[in-house]
Nanobody, 124 residues
């Protein structure tokens, strides 16, 4: 079992920045990849970014590439999402997820555990 708790969401103006944190507990954190997804009202959950177990390989959705940065600290069992140059279309509930079974990091089915989500709202 893996427990994931997101924090750091909030309300920010367009062009601003937020840093999301996901705290993991349970199984050995450094053994699996982690990802961030988001879901806007009326839309399906979509991939945002992912990072492999060691932190050396990252993946990004085209819509956030160059603006968002995913990172992890295995000593602290944390994964982060630094979001810069935020846009109103980034407004969504953001979820972190753990790919414990080694699934594909770019797709929702690759993940076994999910957090409860944190709301990010970007005003224009």
């Amino acid at each position: 079992q893996v427990q994931l708790v997101e924090s750091g969401g909030g309300l920010v103006q367009a062009g601003g920045s937020l840093r999301l944190t996901c705290a993991a507990s349970g199984r050995t954190f450094s053994n699996y990849g982690m990802g961030w997804f988001r879901q806007a009202p009326g839309k399906e959950r979509e991939f945002v970014a992912a990072i492999n177990w060691r932190g050396g390989i990252t993946y990004y959705a085209g819509s956030v590439k160059g603006r968002f940065t995913i990172s992890r600290d295995n000593a602290k069992n944390r994964v982060y999402l630094q979001m810069n140059s935020l846009k109103p279309e980034d407004t969504a509930v953001y979820y972190c997820a753990a790919a414990v079974s080694g699934g594909s990091l770019s797709y929702t089915p690759g993940y076994d555990y999910w957090g409860q989500g944190t709301q990010v709202t970007v005003s224009s």
